[in-house]
């Protein structure tokens, strides 16, 4: 049995931290303690608490925003305000709670968000959290200068260490990005970890220079240091409102120096470790006050703020895991569709929805990307293989302008855009797009909003457009051909790729007969919730049929999932 030493140091640290906390407490006159408890008030607790949901708010507000601009995806204000509180509580669990993985977790689960992007956020988030705590460390020092030499030779040279590493990565981050990969490639570690560190990394670094442009780092800051003002003002006002006489200067000085001392400890949610460094800090700075007293406070204050938190977090997480989600995914079964005097409807859970929301719900559930990272080799191969086809049938685009119809995350034009004049990036969805625009990074590709039954571009405009696993999705194919033949020039060609389904339907039929559903684990052993139509090769020609004729078709050994062909535009077509 392989031992994990990670987690019993971790959880011999967590222990540790409770044990100071108990014996702390049994130091303490209890009957002086339960007594300043007594003087709580409700209408002390809704203010404590009223201030605590805002302070969580602001940093609710800062999660999304970050999110949006590392991935694309817009998160709901309330998904993110859980995922603060869950953040905590899962962060009780890791040295100084200098981790808070159930934010990407969540992510994860509920927009397919991969670690590599999220962690990367929830890193920038602990750090801004880390850089205001030492501004107004410092800010508060410079004013209590002579009653902090307990501080001078830890906290002080750590955080003036941890500035420089700051300040090194947002002034020349390439250049330190370089350096760390350069490290991990020397490092002697599986090929597959080693990936993804680099991916980490690379993200990471690429985060930081998102954070470089002004409207963000202003906007991040701003959110930062005031969901700091607002903590500081909720313990200034409970010391105050118990009736004792404390400068803003002293709170603020006291929570910095007990949150870094907490953090050097590596005591697990800084549990016991905080309550006594801001006890003893405060009971030197204010030698009038019992120190029972003080603790008293200090105690309401983080079972009201932290330990409250942790319990709510810990309920979230519970119940998150109960929701209609399967595997990292919405439940695919929750997707349906009918069809009603040739009219489609969309449904999810049984409500109503259009179009756009149809197919940002699949581009989460059935993503192509999913069959790339399948456990079952093969399906990785023939994905794999899908995608080389392609490529192969598009063929030299050398400064040509090209269509990419439903990008999805952009990995075709990722592979094609160096050689292209340029690239309409077209997708329904808008924040796959977002996610295409971060993957592609490219000023030549062009991101379109658009319906590929009404394509946002202009006739004659492009001289190869390509359509990979998009026809089958649409309510009127025939509409998406002929959007296809009006803006592509007339000696253009457009690429097709559409599922081979009755074979597909046929092999997970007898996978699942055999009883070796675990081979196409997550994928639907019917047809795909997406998929409005069944496709094969006379299904294909009739729909093409006085829009295009057919220069080439293939299936794609040795499976024939796939069916691709090139298509050239017909003059004048019926």
């Not at 810990?314 to 990292?328: C, Q, S």
């Not at 050994?557 to 077509?573: A, V, Y």
Request: a positive charge; hydrophobic letters at 50%.
């Amino acid at each position: 049995m392989k031992i994990q030493y990670s987690k019993i140091i971790r959880y011999f640290l967590l222990i540790l931290g409770i044990l100071i906390l108990i014996l702390f407490i049994t130091t303490l006159d209890t009957s002086q303690v339960i007594k300043s408890l007594r003087t709580v008030t409700i209408d002390i607790i809704i203010v404590v608490m009223i201030l605590n949901a805002l302070n969580i708010l602001l940093k609710a507000i800062r999660w999304k925003f970050l999110i949006y601009k590392i991935t694309g995806v817009n998160i709901s204000l309330p998904f993110s305000f859980a995922s603060i509180i869950a953040g905590v509580s899962a962060g009780s669990l890791t040295p100084g709670r200098g981790s808070e993985i159930a934010k990407p977790l969540m992510l994860k689960t509920s927009d397919n968000i991969s670690l590599t992007k999220s962690v990367p956020a929830m890193i920038i988030e602990r750090i801004l959290d880390l850089l205001t705590i030492i501004f107004f460390f410092f800010l508060s020092f410079i004013i209590i200068p002579k009653k902090t030499a307990i501080y001078n030779q830890t906290v002080i040279p750590a955080t003036l260490f941890f500035i420089l590493g700051i300040l090194l990565i947002f002034f020349i981050p390439k250049k330190i990005e370089k350096i760390i990969v350069k490290l991990i490639r020397k490092i002697h570690f599986p090929q597959r970890l080693k990936s993804k560190l680099i991916i980490l990394t690379e993200t990471f670094f690429q985060s930081f220079i998102i954070l470089k442009q002004k409207k963000v780092s202003a906007r991040v800051t701003v959110l930062s240091l005031s969901a700091f003002i607002i903590e500081s003002i909720k313990l200034y006002l409970l010391f105050t409102l118990l009736g004792v006489k404390i400068t803003v200067i002293i709170i603020i000085f006291s929570l910095t120096a007990s949150l870094i001392f907490a953090l050097i400890t590596l005591i697990p949610g800084g549990i016991g470790i905080t309550e006594i460094s801001q006890v003893a800090i405060l009971t030197g700075l204010l030698p009038i006050y019992r120190k029972e007293l003080i603790t008293g406070i200090i105690f309401i204050d983080r079972i009201l703020t932290y330990y409250l938190l942790i319990f709510i977090g810990a309920i979230i997480l519970v119940i998150y895991k109960k929701r209609k989600i399967h595997n990292g995914k919405l439940k695919s079964e929750y997707i349906k569709w009918k069809k009603q005097e040739n009219k489609y409807q969309f449904f999810y859970d049984k409500q109503k929805i259009d179009l756009t929301e149809w197919n940002k719900l699949i581009n989460i559930t059935h993503s192509m990307h999913y069959l790339e990272q399948h456990k079952n080799p093969l399906i990785k191969l023939e994905e794999k293989n899908r995608r080389k086809i392609i490529l192969n049938l598009i063929g030299d685009c050398k400064n040509k302008v090209i269509a990419d119809i439903g990008c999805e995350e952009g990995y075709i034009t990722k592979k094609i855009i160096r050689k292209c004049k340029k690239v309409y990036c077209i997708d329904i969805d808008k924040d796959i797009l977002k996610k295409a625009k971060r993957n592609i990074n490219n000023k030549k590709a062009v991101f379109v909003e658009s319906d590929a039954q009404a394509i946002k571009l202009q006739d004659n405009s492009v001289d190869i457009a390509i359509s990979t696993h998009i026809l089958e999705h649409l309510p009127d194919p025939r509409k998406g051909l002929y959007e296809l033949h009006r803006i592509i020039k007339p000696n253009g060609k457009v690429i097709i790729n559409v599922p081979n389904e009755k074979i597909v339907l046929l092999m997970k039929k007898i996978i699942a007969s055999l009883g070796l559903k675990f081979l196409i684990k997550h994928l639907r052993t019917g047809l795909a919730p997406g998929h409005l139509h069944i496709f094969n090769k006379k299904l294909l020609y009739s729909l093409t049929k006085g829009i295009f004729k057919v220069k080439k078709f293939k299936y794609n050994p040795p499976f024939f999932t796939n069916m691709f062909s090139i298509l050239h535009p017909i003059k004048r077509f019926k």
